[in-house]
């Protein structure tokens, strides 16, 4: 009697164990148990859409998509696909660490404001809602047979929700240093930087972190405006945004601080980028938040064949690789010539 | 006259912007306080814009940066500051004093040998691009 109240008993805990587990709302962060077999990138079943990152001819006729509007990526993935690097993506919107296409990839999470790994927080602003599992998914959504991919699908992500005070800036950048990435994505910016962020931002270029950040979004040309721009300064590699059509998108923020153009789509919906959305969807969007992720997954495939560059010869060699596209004389990155020029550096 | 006018246009627009600053690359970065004020966490979160109309939050916190191979120590004990943290080996952040002046107290810390960065601890809206 006493062993079939105990099997009983220990049936209904196991039980409950893996109802807590399966819950897809849990905002806080779990290690993924990955021994998922090993997909290619065929098997994802949006990746015909993905013109930032390969030529797809049906689907580039029927949105008038340029034929070389992309970063030449495919063969970039045939040398490596980013393993053994670490992307903190640092972010004021929410992730969505459940969702199906980035799970796999998240190796920790911190809420710099509250200081846990709670890196879900809604708004109910749907600009912001979001953003977050967005970017992440451009950096290093896996290739698992599900959605799309990202630019480099083997790199691991940390995961940081940044909060609005300095201190839990610096906190937030610190954590990613602390926790061994090489890269951070930041798409968000301010003109109003306090010095000790931008001190703290040189600190870790000297310590070789590769900063990434967004120019913004008004069109701007960033040279003739008052002050700087976070994506404007040394310690950072500034990006812009190319769209469909193979041409610096109109609404992109330059300037001779901006270092590199990446596919950031067309405001008109279809011919935005598709990327991840909340409850396990996809959708098309747009900006220099989406150029950043990006540049930041082919900086890890960079350090993935050369974990000894640093960011000022990742910036040397992402510049030197790049394709000619507009006339501002920001370049397109060319993820493979980057990647080989990386490797034999 | 029209000299004049202009002369006492920029002097009152000058003396407008009062005393309130912080030191940003060696130089004043002049403030003017806004009627907002907010509540955080039984904190009280003033307001402020700078000359290019840019909004930010003071809180009564100072970060301050030490000089590479420097320590901060001895000035902690001259301004008798006790309630600080660590956020990176060389940067900290102290709690203001309830009867101090959080501007203040980042611009004398400024003027210390050891000390390279000393600002409020901001609070600004970052935009998401």
Same mark, same amino acid.
């Given at each position: 009697m006493i062993d079939i109240f105990l099997k009983i008993t220990l049936a209904v805990l196991l039980f409950s164990l893996t109802a807590c587990n399966m819950d897809? =709302?849990?905002?806080y962060y779990e290690p993924y148990n990955d021994n998922s077999p090993h997909y290619v990138i065929?098997?994802?079943? /949006?990746?015909?859409?993905a013109w930032h990152f390969a030529y797809n001819k049906k689907f580039a006729q029927n949105y008038n998509i340029?034929? @070389?509007?992309?970063?030449?990526?495919e063969e970039a993935w045939e040398i490596t #696909?980013?393993?053994?690097v670490v992307v903190a993506v640092i972010d004021s919107g929410s992730f969505e660490i459940t969702h199906e296409d980035l799970? #796999? =990839?998240?190796?920790d999470t911190y809420n710099a404001s509250y =200081?846990?790994?709670?890196?879900?927080?809604? /708004?109910?602003d749907p600009k912001i809602d979001g953003h977050g599992l967005v970017v992440a998914g451009l950096v290093a959504s896996p290739a698992n047979g599900k959605g799309l991919i990202g630019a480099a699908p083997e790199a691991k992500l940390v995961l940081i929700q940044v909060g609005s005070s300095d201190e839990a800036t610096l906190k937030a950048f610190k954590y990613a240093k602390n926790s061994g990435a090489k890269i951070i994505s930041c798409s968000w910016g301010t003109r109003n930087i306090s010095p000790i962020i931008e001190s703290y931002l040189q600190e870790l270029k000297d310590r070789g972190i590769t900063i990434v950040f967004a120019s913004g979004n008004?069109? /701007? =040309?960033?040279?003739? #405006?008052r002050g700087k721009d976070i994506?404007?300064?040394?310690?950072v590699i500034g990006v812009g945004a190319s769209n469909e059509l193979n041409r610096?998108?109109?609404?992109t923020n330059y300037g001779k601080n901006i270092d590199i153009l990446a596919p950031g789509g067309n405001t008109n919906r279809s011919r935005g980028v598709l990327a991840l959305f909340e409850n396990n969807s996809y959708d098309y969007t747009a900006g220099t938040s989406i150029a950043t992720p990006i540049t930041a997954g082919v900086i890890a495939l960079m350090l993935s064949v050369?974990?000894?560059?640093?960011p000022d010869q990742i910036r040397e060699i992402l510049i030197q690789s790049s394709d000619e596209i507009g006339r501002y004389s920001i370049n397109k990155i060319n993820a493979t010539n980057a990647v080989k020029l990386a490797r034999d550096y | 006259m029209i000299i004049k006018a202009i002369s006492l246009t920029l002097l009152f627009y000058t003396l407008s912007w009062g005393e309130i600053y912080y030191f940003a690359h060696q130089e004043r970065v002049y403030l003017n306080k806004l009627k907002e004020q907010r509540f955080i966490d039984d904190d009280i979160i003033e307001y402020y814009e700078n000359q290019d109309g840019q909004r930010m939050g003071v809180k009564r916190e100072v970060l301050l940066k030490c000089g590479?191979?420097?320590?901060?120590q001895q000035i902690f004990k001259k301004y008798n500051l006790k309630n600080i943290k660590n956020i990176t080996s060389s940067i900290f952040l102290i709690t203001v004093k309830k009867d101090d002046d959080v501007f203040e107290l980042s611009q004398k810390l400024y003027l210390e040998? @050891?000390?390279?960065i000393s600002h409020p601890n901001f609070i600004k809206k970052y935009q998401l691009r």
């Open positions: 897809t =709302n849990s905002s065929k098997d994802e079943p /949006y990746f015909k859409y340029n034929k @070389n509007a992309h970063i030449d990526i #696909r980013g393993a053994g799970q #796999r =990839n998240i190796i =200081n846990n790994k709670n890196v879900s927080i809604k /708004y109910d008004d069109g /701007y =040309n960033l040279d003739y #405006r994506s404007e300064l040394p310690s610096q998108a109109t609404y050369n974990l000894s560059l640093t | 590479v191979n420097k320590s901060c040998d @050891n000390i390279t």
